[in-house]
């Protein structure tokens, strides 16, 4: 293999696992911000049977309500962001593979030429090798 395409190589795997790292965090965040949505909705499912309990946290049930509704909407806004965030870093992920991939197919095909060039160069040694002897 050529050191150009060594290096072409190791570049692009270089910039697959960065690609690899990034995806990997916004999927952690991606997962925080699911954990936030459902304790979210835990949170509401408690105060809500509160308020069936003690009729003082059921007068303050709507106010709750509201500010229950608004870190909802964040933490889905939150969520929707991650999640383009992720098809994102998908995409350029599999475009880092296919680069990566590219650059490995020209670097099979360059060793696989070469070495055809050389198997051609010794089979026209060995023919003229042949016909010297054929000649005497």
């Known amino acids: 293999m050529t050191a150009w395409a060594q ?3 190791r570049i692009s795997n270089y910039e697959v696992e960065t690609l690899q790292k990034r995806l990997a965090e916004i999927t952690a965040r991606r997962a925080t911000a699911e ?4 304790v979210l909705d835990a949170e509401v499912e408690i105060e809500r049977e509160r308020a069936r309990m003690d009729a003082d946290a059921g007068m303050m049930l709507g106010a709750y309500l509201n500010g229950w509704k608004a870190r909802k909407a964040a ?7 991650v999640d383009a965030e992720e098809a994102g870093a998908r995409d350029a992920l599999t475009g880092a593979f296919e680069e990566l991939k590219k ?4 670097a099979e095909t360059t060793r696989l030429n070469t070495l055809l060039a050389i198997a051609k160069r010794e089979t026209a040694a060995f023919d003229e090798l042949g016909l010297r002897k054929r000649a005497v």
Request: hydrophobic share 55%.
């Open 7 to 9: 290096s072409l190589i």
């Open 35 to 38: 954990m936030r949505l459902a």
């Open 75 to 81: 933490a889905e806004g939150d969520l929707t962001v």
């Open 103 to 106: 650059f490995e197919h020209v």
